[in-house]
């Protein structure tokens, strides 16, 4: 009897309002029991995720946060075929960058020969990682909350490289304002407005008094002042950053 489990994860909202997508290998969901299968199904849906089934090299693919994760579950180690699971797994390896494999490892002695297998078949540490298990309800919710994590991870990257953007804009902006109040009788709304309707440092020298007075609110003198500015050195070489 499996019993479903909410897992302890931060939630990663999509437009949808799923944590994310899991897809199934179809040639995987054939080989289990229908009654792991609706275990999956329901654990899935108790975690906010989506299920597809997709014929798929990999067992599972979960797209958490914009990034890929991919597994490999074993659910029945049998000592005879492992050559054909570690074979796969090396096959694998090398197409995904996000790639880890699950086995299910009830007993001593499977336990042993997966430990022999591993290093008889050259596997390198942490590629992939291994995550041995001893349960079917275990594995699955510890791919859950693999993916899961992998995707926070990848989201809270991309807040921190948005807010570091920001950041710079800000630190940008106020070198601008600097640079810009410098020119006699500039003040801060007038260099918000050349900033919003002309741009950069650059593009404002270029301006004529015309173009600018078409384009913010400074009156004729303050855009004869910010054209000459930047063309005569008596004014460009006078005032100083405050």
Known sequence: MYHILMIDV???????????VCIMSTTWKDA????????IACFLD????RL????????FIFNCGGLSVAFIFVTNWDFE?????????QKLKGQFANFYVVVTLPTKDQHDSFIRSYFKYGMELGRPTFMPVQDLEMGFEKIVKVAHA??????????????????KSARSLDVFIKVVTSIPGIDNHDAN???QAIGSIEAIAKASKEYIMENTDLSAEKAET???FFRDPKYYLGPKIK
């Not at 995707?151 to 991309?158: F, T």
Request: charged content about 25%; hydrophobic content about 40%.
């Open 46 to 49: 108790a975690n906010s995720y």
């Open 150 to 167: 992998r995707g926070v991870c990848k989201r809270q990257d991309a807040i921190a490289k948005l807010r570091a953007e920001r950041e």
């Open 10 to 20: 931060f939630p990663i909202e999509s437009d949808a309002g799923y944590s994310g």
């Open 32 to 39: 289990q029991h229908p009654s792991f299968i609706t275990f």
């Open 81 to 89: 075929d492992t050559a054909s699971i570690f074979s796969r797994i």
């Open 193 to 195: 407005a050349l900033n």
């Open 52 to 59: 597809s089934f997709t014929p798929i090299a990999p067992d």
């Open 226 to 228: 910010v054209a000459k």
